[in-house]
């Protein structure tokens, strides 16, 4: 089993900042893509950013210049550092993965993760 737990979300006034963790666990061979997703009450869930595999770094139009996607390979461990947060960015924040794990000595698995979410209000 793969499991994926953000962490870091809380109550920030406007301009405030926040850095979001997403730290990967169980077996895992690799992380071939990591991204940050939002949804907010009434609204449907959308892309803050992401880091595929092998490309560069994608952000949400709303989000460019002002959050900051990441990642440490050797901690299985994403980030997302947010900066000058509004409150139209108040939204549960999940964490996404494209993961490969071991199945056995010889085969591997791709598997695609979702973390439970971690809720991010931003008012004054």
């Known amino acids: 089993q793969v499991h994926l737990v953000e962490s870091g979300g809380g109550l920030v006034q406007p301009g405030g900042s926040l850095r979001l963790s997403c730290a990967a666990s169980?077996?895992?061979?690799?992380?071939?893509?990591m991204g940050w997703y939002r949804q907010a009450p009434g609204k449907e869930r959308e892309l803050v950013a992401a880091?595929?595999?092998?490309?560069?770094?994608v952000y949400g139009d709303s989000v460019k210049g002002r959050f900051t996607i990441s990642k440490d390979n050797t901690k299985n461990t994403g980030y997302l550092q947010m900066d000058n947060l509004e409150p139209e960015d108040t939204a549960v924040y999940y964490c996404?993965?494209?993961?490969?794990?071991?199945?056995?000595?010889?085969?591997?698995?791709?598997?695609?993760?979702w973390g439970q979410g971690t809720l991010v209000t931003v008012s004054s």
């Open positions: 169980g077996s895992i061979f690799s992380i071939n893509a």
């Open positions: 880091i595929p595999s092998g490309g560069d770094t």
């Open positions: 996404n993965a494209h993961i490969t794990a071991p199945m056995d000595d010889l085969n591997y698995r791709n598997l695609e993760v």
